[in-house]
Each structure stands twice: as C-alpha cells, then as structure tokens.
C-alpha cells in the first residue's frame, strides 16, 4: 500500500484523428471514407505525487498536459498503463473518488450563467452531501480567503473575469477536495489578481493539505506555487524535479551585471579567465559565468576591479523554458555537465530585435 | 443514486429558468400554434355533420387537452443534450458524484413548471371562450394521469437516445426534428389518430410517437373504449422500456467513445 496521493505509471493515450486535405473533393471522398491519423498525445509518463505536494505540469501548447489532467480526473481512459488517485481508478468514477477531485479549468465555467452564485454553490453542497454547518464552514473560509463576500449574490454573467474565476475555485473547492487539478486557472487574468489567486492556491493547500496540479503558461505562477514541475514536451516526460535544479541542469551559468568607477577603464583582457561579456554599457558590464566558479569569479571581480556595484541573477526562467520549448528533449537528453550553455541573452537581443524591424 | 443533489438542481435549474421566463412563454406560445390551427380547423369542418362521431366542441375539448399533453411531454433537453455533448460542458457533469441523468432530468422539470404558467392560464382562457364539451369519468381521469405520466417519461427517453447519438454524430438533432415531424403527423397532432386512414392508423397505433401525445388525450376524452386503453398501457410499457434500455446502451457506449476520444 503506498502513500502516494496520485500514482501514474506507464501512461499512454493515442487517439485517432480524422484527416482530409481542403477541398470539395477530398471532402467528398472522406464522406465515402474516412481516413484516421495515430495521435500519440501522451507517451509512457510516470511520475507520483505525495499528499500536501504541489506539482507544476509545465509544456508548450499540444504538449498532453490537458489529456494527462483528463486521465487523472477521470474523463478519459487511457490507452494503455495506470493510474491511482486517492487509491481510486480515475475512469472508474466512482461517487467517493469524485468528491475526493475537483477539476477548475480556466476556459471553462461550471457556474450557471444568469443566477448568482451562491445559487450554485447551494446546489453543490447538496451534490456533495455537505451538511448544513459543512457547507455554511466550508464557504465562508472560502469566500474570506478570497475576499469575494460581494459577489455571491450578484448574477454571474455580471461579474468580471476575475471575480469569475473566484466564484470559480470557490465552486470546485466547495466540497474540500484533496486532490485538485487547476488548468490554467489563472487565463487572462490581471498582474494583481493572478498574484492573489496564487497566495490562495497556496492558503488553500496549507490549510487542508490537499494536492494540486497545475497547468499554466504563466511561469510566475510555477515559479510562486511549484517547487517541483513536471515537463512535457510532445507526450513524452521530460523532466521531473525543482525548478530550479531545471534552471540550473539546462542553463549551468549566471548572470552578473556589474557597475564600474568611472574613472577607470577596464579592458575586457582584464577580467578573469571564463569570463565572458555580453553587454557593455559605458561602465556597466553583464557577464555570464559557469555557475560552478561563479562565487570564485565575484570574489576576484571585487579583489581586483573598481566595483561600485554587483547584481548575480539567474537567467530568467521564461527563457529557459522556452528554449526547452523549442528545442524539446535534445537539451535534456545531454548529461548536465555537457550542455552547452544556452545563449539566452542572444535570444533576448534578437527577440527585441524582431520586435524593433 | 444522488436524489438529495438531483433534487437540488431542480429546484436551481427552475430558478435559473424562471429567469428566462418571458422566453419560456414565446417558445410555448410557438408550441401551441399548430394544435390551435387544427381545432379550429376539424371544429369548423365538423360543424355542418360530426367527423367519425366527433362535434365541435368534442374537437375543440380534444385539442385543448392535447396542448396541455404536448407541453407536458416535450422534452426540450434533449435538443440541448447534443450541444453539451459537442461542446465539452459534459466534462462537467462528469467530474460531479451524481449521474448526469439529473442534470437532464432537472432542466426537464424545471421547464415544465415554468411553462404551465403560462400554458395554463391560456387554456383555460380559450375553454371559456371556445366552450369545450368534455364527458370524461372518474376512471378516464386516472388512466389519463397514468397515460400522461408514461407519455412524458416515453417521449423524454427517445429523444435522449437520440440526443445522446452526438456522441457520434455531430448533428444529431436532425432525429430530433425528424421526431418532431412523426409526432405532428402519427401522434394525433395533424388529427385525432381515430381519424387516420386505416392502414395509417394502425401504423400510429404500432409506433411510440402516438403513445408520447394522442393516447393520453384519448385516454381522457373517450376516443378509445377502456379495452383498447389497456392494450394502450402495454404498448406504452413496452415502447417506454424499450427506449430506456436502448438510452442506456448508446449513452455507456457513447461515453466510452467520449472517454476514448475526449470532449
């Protein structure tokens, strides 16, 4: 017996897609028959997920994500290997399991459109045979925690798209689940509101020690929430782990911008040995350095230069993750040590570039 | 079974819907359309000699009682049901512990209250003004009640297993119409079924859609003498079962499709 919340082992889904070209004509002839195309949309993923343990399901768009969620939830069934959750067979629904998950997707609304909510919310605790004083405790923690007391009583189609998406999580942790799937729960939201519901998320999980997978394209939110991610890229599991560890493995340097004293000019010769200059602006220099030899290199960097002023920083996470995006599982593959270093920098100038042409 | 939260969402679809009231009185109002043409239609043209023993104000009671019978077994759900299925909302009926029957079950109700609020009224206008003659008994009463009940329970069935075709079938709802069409022409609707030609008429009397609006009507206007009422309860009960098992194999099959291929 294991105390893993959620066990996925061997996981498989392929789908059949039909597929024609434009046309009349190749409309017409899939009319008489049709032709199908083998999607493999998630391949052979494994991975567990203790109680309490919140986990980021990061990958580009089309990645699985979304079908791993609709396998754990119970809405599809896989083609192939197994999943527990709660010590329950998703695909099995049963009632118990049901009321143990909840599913908030971000696109979607389970909230009926002209009535208020709290209308709905009553309903799910009948659903969920909440008793009286379950449901009266259970909404009211949730309704504080998110600060929405006003807008139960307003018909939803009124409320903004944030005040939606509160009465959303409000409506799906009603009934205290303990493993929630969010997909993209903060879409389109708003800096500060995006930034609350993550401190909810986080208020949520604490108190009831409940597990929460999470979809985002947002990296503030994995970055907020998520100690541990799970990469997916093209169905297959790319990385399991910290997010920093996945910095660091895909992009082993920093980066350290520093201020010099004017009145000296320092020759790039003059810098030490595995040094290298990205940007110099007038007394301002950004160098990338091994992050292995990183503290040595400041060290020598305040021992012998004029520092005024000295900023280390990792690369920033978002180009990270998108490289891994575009270059998949070549990056990953390499042992740590051999990656070359990824030129984010680069990637950022040419970016802005782009954006000046 | 989820009775305590299949309750509860009656009682909010209703609230939801008692929203959308004033649409809910234009679609019955639509409703009533035909059947109104008809009365007017067979009690003019019974005036000068009764049809098949059929007077004015027989023709006028029967299409009266007939609109009442169509409201309360239409299912308008099952035209939303292949939408829910095509568009993903499912997926949320799925994740809940109770059986998505309910939700359909729920709207189904709730609808139904909705529009007797208007229906009723209507009717009972149009009675005093069109003079309806109406002989029915006691027991004609009950077997009406009875027939109303399994005619409901017939017509939302058959129309959920072809709703639930969209599992397959992105436009699905053509059965619908299709249906629709059967029921305007077989159920008594275009005329009391008593008036069909012969062969027709036993077609009618073999086939589900006059069970789902014209036998309850005739059940209580006296159309029918009360052997061919039982006869009418079994062929009722045999339709009604047979459209629950077909319900429930496309509905496990089409959700095994939806769960292979997704929402």
Redesign the interface.
């Known amino acids: 017996m294991t105390t893993s919340h959620i066990l996925v082992n061997r996981l498989v889904k392929t ?2 897609v039909p597929v024609r070209e434009g046309g009349l004509r190749a409309a017409m002839r899939s009319f008489a028959r049709r032709t199908y195309d083998t999607v493999e949309a998630v391949r052979d993923i494994s991975f567990s997920i203790e109680p309490g343990e919140i986990v980021g399901f990061i990958g580009p768009n089309g990645a699985g994500k979304t ?1 791993t969620l ?1 396998m754990l ?5 896989p083609t192939s290997g197994e999943v527990r959750v709660a010590g329950f067979t998703p ?1 099995e ?1 049963h ?2 399991f ?2 143990t ?3 908030v ?1 971000g696109n ?1 609304s ?1 909230l ?1 459109w ?2 208020p909510a709290l ?2 919310y ?2 799910l ?5 909440l008793t009286p004083a379950q449901y009266q405790q259970s909404l009211e923690e949730l309704v504080k925690l998110l600060d929405m007391s006003e807008l139960l009583t307003k018909p939803v189609r009124n409320l903004s798209l944030g005040e939606r998406m509160k009465c959303e999580l409000v409506a799906g942790l009603l009934h205290q689940p303990q493993v929630i799937f969010l997909d993209e729960p903060t879409l389109g939201l708003d800096i500060s509101m995006q930034s609350r519901l993550r401190r909810f998320v986080l208020d949520y999980n604490r108190r009831h020690g409940a597990s929460v997978i999470l979809t985002s394209h947002y990296m503030a939110d994995v970055t907020a929430l998520c100690p541990r991610v799970i990469l997916i890229h093209h169905g297959r599991l790319l990385y399991d782990g910290g997010l920093t560890d996945l910095a660091a493995r895909l992009a082993p340097f920093k980066l350290i911008r520093v201020g010099l004293s004017a009145d000296r000019v320092v020759a790039d010769s003059a810098l030490p040995i595995g040094v290298e200059v990205l940007q110099r602006e007038g007394d301002h220099l950004e160098l990338r350095v091994p992050r292995s030899v990183a503290p040595a290199i400041m060290a020598q960097l305040l021992n012998t230069l004029p520092v005024i002023d000295l900023v280390v920083e990792d690369p920033p996470i978002e180009a990270v993750i998108d490289q891994i995006y575009q270059e998949g599982a070549s990056l990953l593959k390499a042992p740590s040590g051999d990656n070359p270093p990824l030129d984010f920098h680069a990637q950022r100038m040419e970016a802005s570039e782009e954006k000046t042409r | 079974m989820n009775h305590r939260g299949g309750w509860a969402l009656i009682k909010r679809s209703w609230a939801s819907w008692l929203q959308y009231r004033s649409f809910f009185f234009v679609l019955a109002f639509g409703w009533m359309i035909p059947p109104l043409i008809y009365l007017f239609v067979w009690s003019t043209a019974s005036e000068p000699a009764p049809i098949a023993g059929m007077t004015p104000p027989q023709f006028v009671a029967y299409y009266l009682v007939l609109i009442l019978v169509n409201q309360l077994t239409f299912a308008q759900t099952n035209w939303t049901v292949g939408d829910i299925i095509r568009m993903g909302s499912l997926n949320s009926w799925l994740l809940k512990p109770m059986s998505p029957l309910y939700n359909a079950l729920a709207s189904e109700v709730a609808g139904k209250v909705v529009m007797m609020a208007f229906v009723v009224p209507v009717s009972i206008g149009l009675a005093i003004v069109l003079r309806p003659e109406l002989n029915a008994t006691l027991s004609q009463g009950v077997f009406f009640f009875i027939a109303l009940g399994g005619a409901w329970l017939l017509r939302f069935f058959w129309g959920l297993w072809l709703a639930c075709l969209a599992f397959w079938a992105t436009r699905a709802d053509a059965l619908l119409a299709l249906q629709d069409a059967l029921i305007f022409l077989l159920a008594g609707v275009v005329a009391p079924v008593a008036l069909l030609p012969g062969v027709l008429q036993t077609i009618a009397r073999v086939l589900p859609f006059y069970y789902m609006v014209g036998f309850p009507v005739e059940a209580l206007t006296g159309q029918i003498a009360s052997s061919e009422v039982a006869t009418g309860f079994v062929i009722q009960a045999a339709w009604l079962i047979v459209a629950i098992v077909i319900y429930r194999l496309v509905w496990r099959s089409g959700l095994k499709r939806y769960s292979a291929i997704g929402g």
């Open positions: 789908y059949q079908t609709k939830a119970g809405l599809l069934h695909w629904r009632a118990d049901l009321c998950i909840s599913m997707l979607k389970q009926i002209d009535i209308d709905t009553r309903v605790g009948e659903i969920y045979h």
